[in-house]
């Protein structure tokens, strides 16, 4: 082995090894580019029908983002907490209709020893009392929410001077380049972004008013859970259903197979109508490589893993068809 290939080994080593140490520094920042981008979106979609300069336009938008904001806060969060305290007296209720369903079919008795004892009510309720041990993750995450804002307003105020440093940073031949793959980044995420943003809220609204007309209890917390898991494909649709349907099991199993229809139907329409036609001027990702992104890095960092995977996998596939394919897989002899 020559002392060139040595040391190209040995800095691809070092510079694994420093990503992987500073891996939460740099989810924040990712993070705040997710969130800039965001803004960027509603930023130009001002611009164009406004002619005002960055600053006040982001200004702008942050003030309709909050007024907004605090309008759902007071429209929904009442009722929510509501339906959060109504869910915890319904779980025992639950637990006891599926133990009898269980005990009334002979072919599913077996599964009671598989039901275990730390998921009965009574060993839930002990939980509170070590609610302490979590305050620290949870200050941890506010920490984290309060720079991932502060990073995507700095961010956003001025994003050619940050791209502009990481142009500077390469070889002049590669400039023109660096900077279109920039440019090509930021507007695949966006539309990324404001295709799931528009899925999202639409499942969100079908799921609330469909819940509603089934007269199924909790309609407005399961259909937030229902929208905001859509922005996880593959694995948050399905997880998310589990809510409506455990709630409409305790009213009768008639009312589940009801709500499991229209979970299908809706699931099938966000699918494979309205995200592949929101996302197919901008991005098209495989459902198998969805997949192996979410399970691969929430295997990596758990939860913030989960969340931008698909993200992160929307800026690596566009690299990759630009460097990887166009520049060196297309021009081989």
Known sequence: MSSRTLIIISTFLFLAFLTWQLRWVLLVFFGAIIV??????????????????????????????IVAGLLIFQLLVPELITQVKELGNLLPTLELKIQSIISSQPRLVLLKQYIPDIFRWERVEPVGSKI????????????????????????????????????SATPRPFRNDISKLLDDC??????????????????????????????VPL????????????????????????LPLGIALIISPTLMIEVLILRVILQNLEAFLLTPLLLSRTVNLLPTVALMAQLSLGALLGLPGLLIALPLTVVLQVCIQEVLIAKVMDTWN
């Open 36 to 65: 800039a981008v965001a803004f960027d979106v509603l930023i130009q979609r001002l611009q164009k029908r406004v002619k005002v300069n960055r600053v006040f336009a982001l200004l702008i938008v942050l003030m309709i983002l």
């Open 132 to 167: 302490l041990e979590f305050a620290g993750g949870a200050a941890n995450s506010f920490i984290q929410l309060l720079l991932i804002s502060l990073l995507s307003i700095l961010l956003a105020l001025d994003p050619k001077s940050h791209q502009q440093i990481i142009i």
């Open 186 to 215: 930021r507007i695949a995420l966006g539309g990324w972004l404001e295709g799931m943003t528009i899925s999202a809220s639409s499942i969100f609204m079908l799921t609330w008013a469909g819940l509603s007309l089934l007269k």
């Open 219 to 242: 309609a407005l917390l399961s259909a937030l859970v229902c929208g905001l898991l859509t922005f996880v494909p593959t694995i948050g649709p399905t997880v998310a259903t589990l």
